[in-house]
């Protein structure tokens, strides 16, 4: 039991769960006078809020954030940041069905037998999408600390369904069109067609998956503590905390296996003054230390696991075999959303190691 | 720092260089009373002695276990295991020029900059592929512990360079076959095209990647901790701290992100009395914990990094460009050694979790 | 950073301010199936409110408990727990003068220096003993586990100034009597005593230390993991975190230093078919294990820092002399409320432990 | 289960019995840069290695220590740093009586009930005072990384049974003084009628306890992270896994009790031009964090377990009451030797808040 806290020197305890007061999360080990107020955390939590478009969950929340220690005069103290966002449009009764059926793909079976039937089904409970709202709370934090060190992190729909973006995407594309389309594509013409895939797919009364690409400029050289604290493993195990990820790859990915090595080395350079290299298949990590190159790497999303088609489940008190048909209200596709997650999970991960590798110092700006 | 420790209540600590004394293991939290000699951890690790085979390194090494401390007439005690494996076939002066000179590929460069050239750089030092020889250690405790619940873990060679299996692979032929052919692929046919795809890459002083199923069976229902400690991200974590790992996918995987939410949901059933899904796109595990299916999961790794080719570098002392030819004996590819390697893993972080939950006890066996 | 968390199956995580919105706790890593309402915390909470008799500070705190996660139906759902209870009765502006001038035997000082004067100096802040009040949110839920293995935790003033009890005291004594008296001591006598000892201290705008100690009854034998996560290092550790505490000792304690081994040691016998020892100078614990005799221990707590008596101080700014005078609000003896939070921490080490050794299920009652 | 590693930074995990191959440790985390020998830790064990004295053990142990890992050329490389230390003059033989019949005082018993029986009980295992050797070499690094930041550690003895020294000890005279005398007491007076209440103990086939001051100078303001990780909480855990300890006090320590706040508060001054406080009865730590003050603890041991006169026990298999006599080799009190564990119990949590709190940086020296 007990694995609600990640990290080790920026630690984020979350909690609550789809359907209860709220959810929230603890932040400790934030360094001391980093300007902190509800709105930095507000506005990248309006990055994940629930319907906003047409292709999102018509579930309504203001998700506002309420910060309840931690921070004085708009500084942070290094004490604890603990802050929640309540859940107001629940339905709870919609879930009555679910309680002793279990969704196919989604954790109800698997929580049902771990948690002796006593774990919260409404909407997923602890195991909804909902919590990634924490996440995101740590991340806001996360990116302004980073920000000290000059480090950026972006996140982009590289595919949905079966569309996939082919052209390179350069950073600066990404800055300024994520969050210009439904879909948070950094190139607008596919973005038109998976918001399309999204549509169609809905209308079936099914859903689809995608493909998320996190990057990170300007990270120091050095962070990543290896062997067991490795960069690349400390940030798959956080990307893999976020539901529905089935695959994560760093640099050149899955396709390195079919590489040479001639071909997948990164050969050195000077550039600048700075030592660089000259392709970047490793991703921004070598191992598990970050080289100073931009991080790259891709998240893999299963299609939602809530769909209006009938589905075959079982009935787990009377033990035999039913069928399932879900009414509620639920992404088609979960990757846009995803988009600011993958975001958060990335900055958190690398201020963590900042701090841990000494690169952020305990206190920021001057002694008051 | 300190990231040297992994695990919660089967906590493996790994110290050791490649071309140090040793390389060696403390694996805490083995319950007391398990049957452990030498010659159980000597199998596995023998499965991973390097020089046995034309397309491994020439390096030769007895690769001999020690066990000092943790075990009592035959038995386990409860206390820390200590093992040690020396090191013996070192040619340290075939490093003294890389002490400068980055290779392309390996963590030389962002080692050297994250401890001050103070690292070991002989061999890749604490980088090397040697330190997974303490993976192996703690794995063959793993395995042990496993066997006590009837858990069985296994891996396969599915894609060298180009060359991929293409059928389904049944556990048997998983369990016969996999430790006859030098690639460790448990198809005879592939086998020989990957062997040969290792040589040809080999007699062109280049190197190639390659692709290794791990799988689980007769795991219980209810492994792993949500939401940070879920069994997926906990395994993918450990994973990507074997050198050269790019990627990790659970079931479907990457392919998932393409299907639809009625293509990827497995639907539950009845079999024997027992729950069920007519298929396994989760790879065994919902919301992070395990369902009781079989865990399937694929690990990519890139190409091996040392190569004879001649390639571009910099010289870290004078900051300027230069080039590096390496004459070291090296496999000419990581991916038929890694198959103990992903197994140990496996299965180390299978027993963690399983202890964790309560389903190994912490004395085995009768009291004396 | 980073060390709001403590426990390793039961996590605590705590989090608040004494003068900030709220302070609060997550409780990660109880079991499934507790019963549990906000009654049961509020219960235990009480004890340790302000404001209730003549030796405690005027501060007028409700106190109440809201539980925002990790129940449903009113039993715990083995997700984490969070807590709070509101801060009402504020005076900020009554601290205004220790901004800059730390108040002899406060935090004031280290804390100023650690966090470069961002941290909340309002009541001391995160160094309030308000802050207790996570550690008895925490204790009610490790006292309810605890009950389903019949452990029952107890603690009691001994020492209030010079006053000590000398008689030994019944267990049934501690039960009936502790809080029948604002000192919370088991004997009716030096029980009036103490409450002189401290309103006399009060009068003199001076204060008062003491001693309680602490016990645990039903203690199965086999809690603790030697060597570093021994069962007494792990209490004294928690013990040592409630303000105030500069010693703690087990059994026999410092006494033990001048006794002989043949004085010392507990001699084993049988007792209705169980292995007891005669004496119990080792309070219960052996080799960092708990031996199934009482666990008893005894914590020293310094006089309350704040006083009303006029003090050298210095101003950090100008950095020169000064004094200063306290006219704040304030216990002028913490013993008496510290009793509860005694026995929380107790209870929170004794239900980590349990649950770690697998004394405690992870899931309670029957499946549902 | 696995609770063999200590620390947050700087991770101690120790290994080993009194009569295996080997006791050892590993320490990960120490920074890249530091200059070590085995000489450095060599030192150090010397000044607990058992029979060099008439009051302790006759076991003769060249307790040389052997390092395996984490060094190169002289300096440690950042990675983890592995030390044995074999056993060699072993008499397990002698310790087929205690097999069922656990010695008073000792952890026999509350160790064979944890491990079913399967524990190593020869020479008390794991659970022998051998394991602080383990400390020590730990201790060694974190003296030399103390060091580098103008902390000292020291440690003398204070009381050995019903001896006290009475008078104040300077630092200086504890400096040149401690290893002069067998009891290691930085008074020479008492030191003699020490080393007799000892001697007369043995001649008793009896034992004594005693008392071991510890004190850190030069510890910069700032270490010690509240709330749970305190610098107060932190030591006292370590001091508490120490075999014997049964009660830790900082500055007034128990004597706090009894004082008014008046009293017991230390009012603060300038010093050139630095902040003091006048008197240290905080001991050096306030609200869990060090001040600037020297920091100082003390230590109540016990006396020794093993003692020859006739004691009453049980046999565990046959469940009836029994007496046994002990005829092994044994410290008549442990004092002595516990005073460098002491040192390096404090040594070692001080090194790892140091560097957690950025004051020892994470490479030392210049960059090579």
Avoid at 262 to 286: M, R
């Amino acid at each position: 039991m007990s694995g609600n806290s990640i990290g080790r020197t920026l630690v984020l305890t979350c909690f609550g769960e789809s359907h209860g007061p709220c959810v929230g999360a603890v932040i400790d080990g934030c360094p001391a006078g980093l300007p902190l107020t509800a709105e930095d955390i507000q506005t990248e939590l309006n990055k994940r809020k629930p319907g906003q478009t047409a292709i999102s969950t018509p579930r309504k929340e203001e998700d506002q954030v309420e910060i309840f220690s931690g921070t004085f005069n708009g500084f942070t103290t290094g004490a604890p940041i603990c802050m929640i966002m309540r859940n107001r449009d629940v339905e709870p009764e919609a879930y009555e069905q679910i309680k002793h059926k279990p969704r196919p793909g989604h954790a109800d079976y698997s929580a049902y037998m771990k948690y002796g039937g006593f774990s919260d089904y409404r909407g997923g409970g602890r195991f909804s999408g909902r919590v990634t709202a924490s996440y995101v709370m740590a991340g806001a934090i996360a990116k302004k600390l980073l920000g000290f060190i000059g480090v950026e992190v972006l996140a982009h729909t590289v595919q949905i369904g079966k569309v996939k973006i082919t052209k390179n995407v350069s950073f600066d594309e990404i800055r300024e069109n994520v969050y210009e389309n439904p879909v948070r594509c950094a190139v607008p013409e596919p973005a038109v067609l998976m918001e399309k895939e999204i549509l169609k797919a809905a209308e079936e009364g099914d859903s689809v998956g995608g493909v998320v690409e996190g990057l990170a400029l300007g990270v120091p050289v050095g962070l990543g503590e290896p062997v067991f604290d490795s960069l690349d493993s400390d940030i798959a195990k956080m990307l893999f905390n976020i539901p529905a990820v089935k695959g994560v790859e760093f640099g050149a990915g899955l396709k390195a296996a079919s590489l040479k090595g001639s071909e997948n080395n990164d050969e050195y350079a000077i550039q600048k003054g700075k030592v660089v290299s000259l392709t970047n298949n490793a991703g921004g990590i070598l191992g598990g230390i970050s080289t100073g190159m931009p991080i790259v790497l891709r998240v893999a999303f299963k299609p939602t696991s809530s769909i209006a088609k009938r589905q075959k489940t079982v009935d787990l008190i009377k033990m035999e075999e039913t069928e399932i048909e879900l009414a509620g209200r639920h992404d088609p596709c979960v990757v846009p959303r995803a988009v600011p997650v993958v975001e958060s999970c990335l900055a958190f991960v690398l201020a963590d190691h900042a701090i841990r590798a000494g690169k952020i110092p305990q206190v920021l700006g001057t002694k008051k």
